[in-house]
């Protein structure tokens, strides 16, 4: 069991609960725009909860890991510098990027990453849906460079239980837009909606973690739109509220695909959500360009 | 080996994991939903299923789902929670599933959302039977 001595998870857990208790009650009061069904918020929890024991459980190979190459590093990055920390958080905000858009690219992280999406909600209990597979599909090999580069892992451990407290806040529906300039350069709770939602225009759109500029960079920046609220959730949603469908439905989904077509394995395994050898399902993207032509259709439709 | 201090830390989070689910409960803050109407059943069809132009819909007695046919498939939404999951199932498969006590359950071959209960007045109509 390897576990940093500062954890800022942890340490916001009670930051957490004080801020779900906030929403639900100013909702409940009219106050602030918010809707919480009882048993997605149970399971949202639950999984919060359940991804604490399994970091503390599966996440030592992880950190080894990252000791392991941090032996062979490039640099000698101190972690007492003021520069090393702003250093930090922009290759680990990068690393993010890069980690999530996998997520959402891949279909085994895909696996470990869809239970944060399986809510049809949109509240701060939807923060706390984190995964309890994450360290056994193996997506903190992306984090690797950075001790390779020479940034201790603990510091580099840290910098993503920031990342992890600061997207915490921007799971809302109750702050609507910040100030121009922050949209510009931060995620905000906007950006994340769109992440979030299922409508064609919004899918595999938004994946930053601090800061919205890896998407304008890499082309994959959409802003929320008056004109399209977000439906929140996955494209097909789950039609369950049983905790261990919930965070292994995607994994059981990829066996039971490679025992029936094993000569397919790599692309059930790696290929995008929703790719199948006879193109019967769809991928985000399929499901996008469908969406793009329908769209285009409509003018001619309504001229003739 | 799990520390003291670990065991006593998710203890306590289960304790708030509990509170907060209370909470939400007594807020009484979900989605208001209305029970499904043929109307508002075709727009969620056409929202799901885009390019599958609906045929004819079986709107459940209870409003909490409803079936549709569309060409060979038969296109199920269910109600969860306070929204609503849906599937595609081939025609044939609908046809032929259990009809008990005014309730059709459908399989959905899905591990993520693996069976459809909807109410309904009777299975299968009569018309598209054979």
Known sequence: MIKSAFDPVTLATPFFILTVILEIVLARLGKAEARYEVRDTAV???MGLGSTIAGVLLGGAAFATSLWVYQHRLFDIPMTALWAWALVFLAEDLAYYWFHRLS???RIWWAAHVNHHSSQHYNLSTALRQTWTGDIAGT?????????LGFPPAMVAIQKGISL????????ETIRKTPRWFEAVFNTPSHHRVHHARNPRYLDRNY???????DRLFGTFQPELDEEPCRYGLVKNLGTFNILRVAFHEWIAIGQDVVRQPCHVLGWIFGPPGWSP???RETSRQIKARWAAGRAAEPEQRAA | MLSHAFVIQVAASGAAVAALVGLAAWARIARPLDPLSEQS????????????????VWVAVDGAGALAKSGASALVLCRLGDGYVA???PWGQALAATFRDGRITLALGDVAAPKAVISLAAWPPKDLAA
């Open chain 1, 44 to 46: 949202s929890l639950a």
């Open chain 1, 104 to 106: 959402h690219e891949r």
């Open chain 1, 140 to 148: 903190w090999v992306v984090y690797l460079p950075l001790s390779l």
């Open chain 1, 165 to 172: 407290v600061y997207q915490y806040w921007i799971h809302t």
């Open chain 1, 208 to 214: 930053a973690g601090i800061l919205i500029i890896w």
């Open chain 1, 278 to 280: 006879d193109g019967s």
């Open chain 2, 41 to 56: 059943a075709r727009r969620h069809f056409a929202e799901e299923f885009p390019d599958h132009p609906i045929e004819q």
């Open chain 2, 87 to 89: 599937r595609q199932v």
